[in-house]
């Protein structure tokens, strides 16, 4: 590949791929470089969903982030004309009468009321356990990761506009007004690897903070359940009497490999709500790209030419990135500052 471009982008999770979209609708020229060692987004749950769901407060940005979101995977579908979007309704399982009234007192606020609705539904699955009823949410739905990422790499190949293999940090030439990696020459360098930046020689590792997640795909011919539901775990359909189950937490363990003890957790707590048969089909672990304020970690560094980062995305990158990569694209381009909140001169 000889090349000459506005962008190279290192990393094709949802931060690349919503950095890509934005360049290409700005008439922008670039370049991806990935290899998809460790894609957080490949394994993530997908959801949509614009509440926190133990507190019952909206998650950060949510209107501006839900509603960027929509739009941006549902253009998305028609451009690669795939189907890996489905809007798809929530309930939360009520554990207690307490829980109940939280939740009306929730949705009578004037913040919340559009995402909540405020009747307590009755459930009439004979396989959940919910005698304290189900709230449920709005404005939620559940991305196919991995059938996304797969029809956008074949985009880009098609394009020619992909490189599948790992960067080499050492083989980067910076000058003052030009990035030079092998035979590429770009205005510019978004880095967009997730958790992998702590790997990156020109980000400080401290600023990401790995939380590892694992979740089950089971499969529950009895349950014909249709909609995403939230107790002490999520509950999400794939089609087929396939779902999702999920999804762990850890801090500690850094490796991408499953654990028994997630798996007994996940069928335990699964076990509290749902009491059809159902048997495991396969498991699966990934690294959340976390950081010490839960905001993500957009810009550029002082002393650092054209090299910009998207990362930081933490547990809802899937909700995020794509009104997140218009912010970073509009800097980058001179156009508005990033706010404080997001921007990575934050943490220096
Ligand atoms: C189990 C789990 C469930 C989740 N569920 C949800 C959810 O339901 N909703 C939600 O909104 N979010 C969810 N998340 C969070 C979400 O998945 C992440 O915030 C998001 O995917 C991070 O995207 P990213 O592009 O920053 O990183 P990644 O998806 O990790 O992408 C980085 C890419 O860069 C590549 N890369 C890195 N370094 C290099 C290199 N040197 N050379 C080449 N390639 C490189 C990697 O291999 C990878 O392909 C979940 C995460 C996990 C782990």
């Not at 559009?114 to 739905?141: M, Q």
């Not at 547990?315 to 912010?327: D, E, F, N, V």
Request: glycine share 6%; with cysteine.
């Amino acid at each position: 590949m000889n090349k000459s471009v506005d962008y190279i982008i290192v990393g094709l999770g949802i931060a690349g791929l919503s950095f890509c979209e934005i360049a290409e609708k700005n008439n922008k020229t670039f370049v991806v470089i990935d290899q998809p060692f460790c894609s957080a987004t490949r394994v993530s749950a997908g959801i949509i969903n614009p509440m926190v769901l133990k507190r019952f407060t909206p998650v950060w940005n949510a209107r501006q982030h839900i509603a960027t979101a929509f739009s941006f995977y549902g253009k998305l579908e028609k451009k690669l004309n795939l189907s890996f979007f489905k809007e798809m309704p929530m309930c939360r399982v009520f554990a207690s009468v307490e829980e109940q009234n939280n939740w009306t007192v929730a949705a009578d606020k004037k913040k919340l009321s559009a995402f909540l609705y405020p009747r307590i539904l009755k459930n009439n699955n004979k396989f959940i356990h919910a005698p304290f009823g189900l709230g449920k949410v709005n404005f939620t739905g559940v991305i196919n990761t991995e059938k996304l990422l797969n029809g956008y790499q074949n985009f880009l190949l098609k394009e020619k506009k992909i490189l599948p293999e790992k960067f080499r940090y050492d083989l980067l030439q910076i000058t003052n007004n030009s990035i030079n990696y092998k035979n590429i020459k770009a205005k510019k360098i978004v880095f967009a690897e997730g958790f992998s930046a702590r790997s990156n020689p020109f980000f400080n590792k401290e600023l990401i903070i790995p939380n590892k997640g694992e979740f089950l795909v089971i499969k529950a011919p009895g349950l014909k359940l249709e909609a995403l539901l939230k107790s002490s775990i999520f509950i999400v359909p794939m089609g087929d009497d396939f779902y999702k189950i999920g999804a762990t937490y850890n801090r500690e363990d850094f490796s991408f490999e499953v654990t028994q003890k997630a798996k007994k957790t996940l069928i335990s707590k699964f076990k509290q709500v749902v009491s059809c048969n159902f048997s495991v089909t396969n498991q699966v672990a990934g690294m959340r790209p976390t950081t010490l304020d839960r905001r993500p970690l957009l810009g550029d560094l002082p002393k650092q030419n054209n090299i910009f980062f998207f990362t930081g995305l933490g547990t809802r990158g899937i909700i995020s990135a794509p009104a997140l990569a218009q912010k970073l694209f509009k800097y980058i381009e001179g156009k508005k500052p990033l706010e404080k909140e997001i921007d990575i001169k934050r943490r220096c």
